[in-house]
Structure formats: structure tokens, C-alpha cells
């Protein structure tokens, strides 16, 4: 079905360009992907203290936010090479992007704030429409049915 394929195309795409956009941003700011993200976050424990609900708020979100770079290389490899993606994967990245306010669409949010709008009455809206289309699009692929050849 070339729906199908041209759905998990745009996704993994989106993934690549999530990826793409976080590195060339991190070395524009001449910093090393990852490697500075680490550093950064251990800088920040320190200066809030050893422990408290807040050390452990900003150690959860580094965490996701982390994971979810670094599952975007299989995210976009599934979409493009594999043309499907693990259904538990899935969801649990979906679940990483949700905690961390982190969109699927990565041209729509640089998008958004190139314009200069950034309150939470634009954003939010933005990103529960991109993610149900992104999830509904997905479970829809995972479950159409083949349509058989035409003759």
C-alpha cells in the first residue's frame, strides 16, 4: 500500500530531521551533541543540591529527553528501512515525547517560534493535534489490511 509507505516515510523523515536539527543546533552552539548534554545536567544537579523533588523532576526529564534522542536513530530506521516500526517502541517513545514536550513534527515547531509565538495556548494545541495524528496514523498503518494486487 503506498499510503502506508508514504505515512511511515514521513515519520521516520520527521525523525531524522528531529535528529539532524538537535546536532546541528548543539554544534552551532559549539558544543558536542550528547557528550555537552551530560555535562550540562550534572552542572545542574550540583547546583540544585544532592537531593529533593526538584533534583529528581530535572534528572526524570534529562533522562526521557535523552533516551528519546537516541531512539530517534531506530525510530527513523524502522519508519524508512524497515517500513514498521515495534508497537512497544512505539509507545514507549510516544509516552518519552509526552513527558518531555517534545513534538513529531520538528519543522512545525521551529515554525512556531521563528514567528515569535511561544505561549502555551499556541503550543500545546499544536503538539496534541501533531501527536494523535502521528499516533492515529500509525495504528491506522498497523492495522489497515493489505488491498490485494489490482489485475
Known amino acids: 500500500m ?11 523523515t520527521m525523525d531524522l530531521l528531529a535528529l539532524a536539527s538537535y546536532i546541528a543546533l548543539a554544534i552551532y552552539r559549539d558544543r558536542i551533541p550528547f557528550i555537552t548534554d551530560i555535562v550540562h545536567f550534572r552542572d545542574s544537579v550540583t547546583s540544585y543540591g544532592a537531593g529533593g523533588g526538584l533534583v529528581v523532576w530535572i534528572l526524570t526529564l534529562f533522562a526521557f ?18 517500513r514498521d ?16 514536550f517534545t513534538g513529531s513534527i520538528p519543522l512545525l515547531t ?9 505561549g502555551v495556548g499556541v ?4 503538539f496534541i ?21 489490482a489485475k
Open 2 to 12: 503506498r499510503l502506508k509507505k508514504g505515512i511511515y516515510i514521513f515519520w521516520g
Open 85 to 100: 516500526i515495534n508497537t512497544l517502541f512505539f509507545i514507549i517513545q510516544e509516552g518519552m515525547r509526552i513527558i518531555t
Open 110 to 118: 521551529l515554525l512556531i517560534y521563528s514567528t515569535g509565538v511561544s
Open 123 to 126: 503550543t500545546l494545541p499544536t
Open 65 to 82: 529527553g535523552f533516551v528519546l534522542k537516541i531512539t530517534l536513530f531506530y525510530s527513523a530506521w524502522s519508519f524508512i528501512g524497515k
Open 129 to 149: 493535534a501533531v501527536e494523535i495524528l502521528k499516533i492515529g496514523s500509525v495504528v491506522w498503518c498497523k492495522t489497515a489490511k493489505s488491498l490485494p494486487a
